[in-house]
């Protein structure tokens, strides 16, 4: 057998087994991404319950509230997507969902930066911080945004 067509052969191999892992990979990451998003969606419905039971009405569910920043003075529009909006005694909250070891404490910098830009974008609104974990709710606030 000639040399040429061997080579050829185990690049095909080569580039056979490279593909077959590349798509193993893909399918176990969308897995994790839907087991991660069916994980928040039970979070968030059991959260429904959990805020009810102190005394919240779920408002809406995933409301979004639009802003724009500026880069290089062009306007970059953007939307932000809060987990609940509820309401308890005439006030509004924007209510966010955790789950997991990190997610909810205030002290992770994702949460507390997720928090900070409702208080910006729901200025209207207090920020409660769910975690489904321990089964409570916090109310948070910034020295620059108070609990209504």
Not at 39 to 51: N, P
Not at 72 to 89: F, G, I, K, S, T
Request: glycine share 6%.
């Amino acid at each position: 057998m000639p040399v040429e067509i061997v080579l050829i052969a185990a690049l095909a191999v080569a580039l056979l087994a490279a593909l077959l892992g590349w798509w193993r990979s893909i399918g176990r990451a969308g897995r994790r991404s839907r087991r991660r998003n069916a994980t928040a969606q039970a979070g968030e419905a059991d959260a429904e319950a959990l805020l009810e039971a102190h005394g919240y009405t779920v408002l809406a569910r995933q409301e979004v509230r639009g802003a724009t920043l500026w880069v290089d003075d062009e306007p970059v529009d953007y939307e932000v997507r809060a987990d609940l909006l509820v309401e308890r005694d005439g006030s509004r909250w924007v209510a966010e969902v955790k789950t997991g070891r990190l997610a909810p404490d205030p002290r992770h910098p994702p949460t507390r930066r997720q928090l900070r830009e409702y208080g910006a974008l729901f200025p209207d609104c207090g920020l409660l911080l769910v975690d489904m974990d321990e089964d409570a709710v916090f109310e948070v606030s910034f020295e620059d945004h108070e609990p209504p």
